[in-house]
């Protein structure tokens, strides 16, 4: 392999990864959310429990389906494009519900994958940054309709954290602990 062609395969390999955890996204964190993620499991066995206890069985199913994918590595996985989305709010105001499809897209700015869910009443945009093989950290800005979205950090109304799981060939997730609104957890599963 020459120099050249080294060289390109390694800028190809840097486009299509999230920005690294390399300190900064702890430093961006606000403490809020910082707590949200030390809290992600207890939060997310509490909300999935109410969801399983009093969520319609199809919903149910569909959620336990989601969740038993085997999780794969983000390595060599291209994020950007068009994607279905949905999310599921399990816990807390209504134990599950399951929305519609709507439309996402993933964008790279050169400084790693950014999100914007594009359609839909509730919306999300926001960044990943690596954690590790199977797990990406997203922060993001939580916005209504077409109401311009804050930057992250602008307060907990808006302020979103959570960990993105690729579960599929051409699937993922992003789990929400402790959502501003409604529900115990959301769950933004996106698909080609």
Same mark, same amino acid.
């Given at each position: 392999?020459?120099?050249?062609?080294?060289?390109?395969?390694?800028? %190809?390999? @840097?486009?299509?990864?999230?920005?690294?955890?390399? $300190?900064?996204?702890?430093?961006?964190?606000?403490?809020?959310?910082? #707590?949200?993620?030390?809290?992600?499991?207890?939060?997310?066995?509490?909300?999935?429990?109410?969801?399983? *206890?009093? /969520?319609?069985?199809?919903?149910?199913?569909?959620?336990?389906?989601? %969740?038993?994918?085997? %999780?794969? *590595?983000?390595?060599?996985?291209?994020?950007? $494009?068009?994607?279905?989305?949905?999310?599921?709010?399990?816990?807390?105001?209504?134990?599950?519900?399951?929305?519609?499809?709507?439309?996402?897209? @993933?964008?790279?700015? $050169?400084?790693?994958?950014?999100?914007?869910?594009?359609? /839909?009443?509730? !919306?999300?945009?926001?960044?990943?940054?690596?954690? $590790?093989?199977?797990?990406?950290?997203?922060?993001? *800005?939580? #916005?209504?309709?077409?109401?311009?979205?804050?930057?992250?950090? *602008? /307060? &907990?109304? #808006?302020?979103?954290? /959570?960990?993105?799981?690729?579960?599929?060939?051409?699937?993922?997730?992003?789990?929400? &602990?402790? &959502?501003?609104?409604? #529900?115990?957890?959301?769950?933004?599963? %996106? !698909?080609?």
């Amino acid at each position: 392999m020459n120099f050249r062609t080294a060289l390109s395969a390694a800028l %190809l390999a @840097v486009a299509v990864t999230p920005a690294l955890a390399d $300190g900064e996204v702890a430093r961006l964190m606000t403490p809020n959310d910082k #707590s949200r993620l030390e809290n992600y499991q207890q939060t997310r066995d509490a909300a999935l429990a109410e969801a399983r *206890s009093g /969520g319609a069985p199809a919903d149910v199913a569909m959620l336990d389906a989601l %969740l038993a994918r085997p %999780l794969e *590595s983000f390595r060599g996985f291209d994020l950007t $494009g068009d994607w279905q989305c949905r999310t599921i709010k399990a816990g807390g105001l209504a134990q599950l519900v399951v929305y519609g499809w709507f439309k996402c897209r @993933v964008t790279d700015d $050169g400084a790693g994958w950014m999100l914007t869910k594009l359609t /839909g009443s509730q !919306r999300t945009t926001g960044r990943f940054y690596d954690d $590790g093989e199977q797990r990406m950290i997203y922060l993001g *800005s939580y #916005s209504v309709n077409d109401d311009k979205p804050q930057p992250y950090g *602008s /307060g &907990p109304q #808006s302020d979103q954290i /959570g960990y993105a799981f690729r579960d599929g060939e051409t699937a993922w997730r992003i789990e929400f &602990p402790a &959502p501003y609104y409604e #529900s115990k957890l959301d769950i933004l599963e %996106l !698909r080609r």
